[in-house]
């Protein structure tokens, strides 16, 4: 996410961080807490923290490559202006069964 989803990004670094995003998704139910304890399990805070960290970066990778513009703290290195006609409104994201849903609002 630091290399490719800062600030200044492109649509080849996007999708590169798209497909280490959904990588480290697929290992995710290989994850297992050793730690059993029942109070200050770090162990187990880590592995939640962790399973709540690839959704937002899922979340976020996929809004970034669905909005085509730069605007604010998404901009594009491959497309520098704002398009206000297409990109004025809100880019969402919901969390559904498959996975992040991303849309927009206005």
Request: glycine share 8%; hydrophobic share 35%.
């Amino acid at each position: 996410m630091d290399e490719n989803m800062a600030v200044f990004r492109d649509q080849a670094g996007m999708e590169s961080a798209a497909a280490k995003v959904a990588e480290v998704k697929k290992k995710l139910p290989g994850v297992s807490v050793d730690n059993k304890g029942k109070v200050f399990n770090i162990d187990l805070m880590s592995v939640l923290k962790l399973e709540n960290m690839v959704d937002c970066a899922e979340a976020i990778v996929a809004g970034g490559l669905m909005r085509t513009e730069s605007r604010g703290a998404h901009n594009r290195t491959d497309l520098t202006e704002r398009d206000d006609e297409n990109w004025l409104k809100h880019t969402v994201a919901y969390q559904t069964e498959g996975g992040t849903e991303n849309g927009h609002e206005p």
